[in-house]
């Protein structure tokens, strides 16, 4: 499993219910990436782990750096900048369920990297091991990937990006098991924690630790509906929602435009899934203002 790969730009099509995403970089430079590693799980197993080197934009590597992950200098010189890998891996990622351990820093590197070069963010959706681990087993103290494959009895070589990828779909799984998920999604709603997301125009979302909160009530919504990871994710977003006018004696409102009631509303989210859309939360928001659409 360790080492890392010569980027031939030949990754073949695979499978995934889920991707694990490890970064090391040159220095404290959130565009210094110097290696990449993936894992793709499908059906509860690694069916696939890759790694490969990247040249930074700049070829200056912080010593500490260097002692960590052992890539050096001239380990790059000779390998492609990210643009030329991101090209061929892009289609892997895109629309993808993404999981990194400690999942803002990798996040961040990519999407550092990725404006460096002036190349589109990707549309996925992001999650991490390191927030699951804490809420999961609660009682562990020590959440550093390290510490989490210690515990599970899983010997690995840190700083490795492929076997840093590998790990962390490992720990994934043992969450999932743990809490007997089927996917990452219900996990994540077990937990209430609503997934970060990249989209090429809304920018960077990043992941939403949701506190236990009442059930909501309103419209003819079952409470239960409320708090699906995805709805999580609406209820998050309703926040932001500044074009509102509201009509409290009809509880109705005209919201970006579109027409909303608490059970209905015009927009294509609302119409594709039927379920409470961002506007049908800030509706709600608005109408109850003493009850925090947040928890
Ligand atoms: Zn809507």
């Known amino acids: ?7 031939s ?9 889920f991707v694990t995403l490890d970064f090391e970089t040159a220095n404290r430079d959130g565009a210094s990436a110097c290696a990449i590693g993936l894992a793709f799980v499908k059906g509860g197993a690694i069916v696939a782990n ?21 890539i050096t200098p001239e380990a790059v010189a000779g390998q492609p900048e990210l643009p030329a890998i991101w090209e061929h891996l892009a289609k892997h990622l895109k629309g993808r369920l993404i999981v990194a351990h400690n999942a803002e820093f990798d996040i961040n590197v990519l999407k550092n990297s990725l404006t460096h070069y002036r190349i589109a ?20 103290g020590k959440y550093g990937l390290a510490a989490l494959a210690a515990r599970h009895g899983i010997t690995f070589a840190h700083h490795d990006a492929g076997e840093d990828a ?15 998920s089927r996917t990452l999604d219900e996990l994540m709603t077990t937990v209430q924690l609503s997934p970060g997301r990249l989209h090429p ?41 500044t ?31 039927r ?21």
């Open 201 to 241: 125009e809304e920018g960077h979302s990043p992941i939403v630790l949701l506190r236990p909160s009442q059930p909501l009530l309103f419209g003819s919504w079952q409470p239960s509906v409320h708090n699906r990871a995805d709805q999580l994710v609406r209820r998050q977003r309703a926040e932001s929602i």
């Open 9 to 17: 730009g030949d990754i073949p099509k695979i499978e995934a219910d």
């Open 50 to 70: 890759h790694a490969w080197l990247i040249r930074p934009p700049k070829l200056s590597f912080d010593a500490d750096f260097i002692k960590l992950h052992g």
């Open 275 to 295: 379920l409470p859309c961002k506007h049908i939360y800030r509706l709600a928001a608005a109408l109850s203002p003493q009850q925090s659409i947040t928890g």
């Open 243 to 273: 074009d509102a006018v509201i009509h409290p004696g009809t509880a109705s409102a005209l919201i970006n435009g579109y027409q909303v009631t608490l059970d209905t509303c015009t927009c294509p989210d609302y119409l594709a899934r």
């Open 121 to 140: 963010l990707p549309a996925l959706d992001y999650s991490c091991t390191m927030l699951l681990a804490q809420r999961v087993w609660p009682s562990w």
């Open 166 to 180: 590998a790990v962390c779909a490992q720990i994934a799984l043992k969450a999932l098991g743990e809490k007997r």
């Open 1 to 7: 499993m360790a080492g890392y790969n010569l980027f």
